[in-house]
């Protein structure tokens, strides 16, 4: 089974994708397409050829859930992972599966995330 990757229409590779077994049944790999609850896009879009797509709520990179969470003494309430990133720490599958562009994608996610952590902790020690 061929899985396609999209961002935003603009495709970005393909993997082939095999059954799995989960508790011992054989599982195949769901197509999958990530919504934005906030602008209702769906931004993501990963179709498997024959299966059914799943639909998960993430928010896509132009909207920061965690900047409606408030603040805390340290700085804005953020996720544990970039605002727009399409990894799954739980789904190794998923994650191995992303070709080259999307895991490129992920990785100028990654830094730019963790260099605007960087330079919001730094205002806040400086006052
Ligand atoms: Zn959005």
Request: with cysteine; net charge neutral.
């Amino acid at each position: 089974m061929r899985q396609f990757f999209f961002h935003r229409g603009q495709l970005l590779g393909d993997a082939v994708r095999q059954v799995s077994w989960v508790g011992g049944t054989p599982t195949p790999p769901v197509g999958t397409a990530l919504f934005c609850p906030l602008c209702s896009e769906v931004w993501f879009l990963a179709p498997i050829e024959g299966e059914a797509t799943r639909v998960e709520c993430r928010p896509c990179e132009r909207h920061d859930a965690g900047a409606r969470l408030g603040k805390s003494s340290l700085g804005a309430v953020s996720r544990l992972e970039p605002v727009g990133s399409v990894w799954r720490s739980w789904d190794s599958e998923w994650n191995e599966a992303l070709p080259r562009e999307v895991l490129k994608r992920e990785l100028l996610l990654t830094i730019n995330h963790y260099e605007r952590s960087y330079h919001e902790s730094e205002s806040v020690f400086k006052t």
